[in-house]
């Protein structure tokens, strides 16, 4: 009998065991089966649950509109202050940050061999003078032929000659002012050899500065001489402006920018060439639909922005245009009366459901 009994208590025990399992696992699959429908519930409340956003009616109005760019202050007139012939200075007649008038000696070049050399050829010039005033006397009264006055003639054009030549090269010696302005830092003294590939200094003409900006090629019937243009720079708050009157003939083929130069009165030297400007440059009066910048959403291939169709978010492509310090001028994509969405937009998807919290219109 115990034979018997010891089996199946083993066999009661295992059915135990795999039931007890089997109640664990089915218990398992119930709990898992109850959180996946919460979460898909949960999700699909988030889904149909509303985005709160704030919008406004997209309208046409008259955009007195501005185009912005950077530009560089310029001197109105430049030069870099070079001898015309190899010579050793002899004296600077500058002090390094000078205003100096126009013709006014900078530089001096020895010049001894050029003086000895004039004064050789005046003293020839003189006798070569007295002996054609001897063959003029001479041929009054037949004394001479007039082929010899000729020959004496020609000798003394040249000696003339000869003399401006030595002038002109004395003159030369003296390296002098182009223009009216302020000279920079000298990079040479008194002794040294300077040859024409070497800048002694430069001088520039800063009473009024010349601005150099860029306008795209859209923008091109918009600036003319005599167009006011504003401008700020770094560290200074204050705006300036300066007068438009020179526009280039062609439009960059590789930037298609139009340079324009515009004129800066800058009688008390507040401003220096080389300094960096943001301009900004005012266009005709047009109407259009304008909005906010940050409604704009941009894309790989364009921009978008969110309308709302039937309470649902539609993503509509657009065209923008002329830009101001926070909206954009949109060419293409919408309609008067289209309410698109200004805030909340990275928080949007298409055809999601949308509350407008605020609407302006």
């Known amino acids: 009998m115990q034979r018997f ?24 699959s119930a709990k898992s089966d109850k959180a996946e429908s919460t979460a898909v519930s949960a999700a699909a409340a988030a889904k149909s649950a509303p985005a709160l956003v704030e919008g406004i009616i997209a309208k046409e109005t008259t955009m007195a509109s501005e185009a912005l760019s950077s530009g560089t202050l310029l001197a109105n007139e430049e030069a870099e202050i070079k001898a015309e012939i190899t010579g050793r200075i002899t004296k600077l007649n500058f002090s390094e940050g000078q205003n100096v008038a126009q013709g006014q000696v900078l530089v001096k070049l020895y010049d001894g061999d050029l003086q000895a050399q004039l004064q050789r050829t005046q003293a020839q010039f003189g006798v070569i003078q007295k002996t054609l005033e001897r063959e003029k006397a001479l041929l009054a009264i037949q004394g001479t032929s007039q082929q010899g006055l000729d020959v004496i003639e020609a000798q003394f054009a040249a000696s003339r000659a000869d003399i401006e030549v030595v002038k002109a ?21 008194v002794g040294a050899v300077v040859s024409p590939a070497q800048v002694i200094t430069t ?19 918009d600036v003319k001489a005599g167009t006011m243009v504003k401008f700020t720079t770094e560290g200074r708050g204050d705006t300036m402006k300066a007068s438009v009157y020179a526009v280039d003939a062609k439009i960059d083929p590789a930037t298609r920018t139009l340079r324009i130069r515009a004129r800066f009165e800058n009688a008390n030297g507040k401003l220096s060439p080389g300094a960096f400007t943001r301009v900004s440059i005012p266009l ?15 894309q790989t291939r364009g921009k978008s922005v969110i309308i709302a ?5 539609v993503l509509r492509p657009v065209e923008t245009g002329l830009r101001t310090a926070d909206k954009v001028e949109i060419l293409r994509g919408l309609e008067e009366g289209d309410t698109i969405v200004t805030k909340g937009v990275m928080f949007v998807k298409p055809q999601m459901n949308l509350t407008f919290t605020k609407i302006v219109p």
């Open 5 to 28: 009994l010891k089996p199946a208590l083993l066999t009661i025990a295992l059915l135990a065991v795999m039931g007890t399992i089997f109640l664990y696992q089915r218990s398992k």
């Open 169 to 189: 090269n004395i003159f030369k010696t003296e390296i002098r002012a182009p223009f009216s302005g302020k000279v920079g830092l000298r990079t040479v003294s």
């Open 203 to 221: 001088i520039q003409q800063t009473t009024s500065l010349k601005m150099d900006f860029t306008l795209p090629e859209k923008y091109s019937n």
């Open 284 to 298: 005709r009066q047009q109407r259009g639909i304008m909005i906010p910048t940050q409604a704009i959403i941009p």
């Open 309 to 313: 169709r039937d309470g649902k978010a």
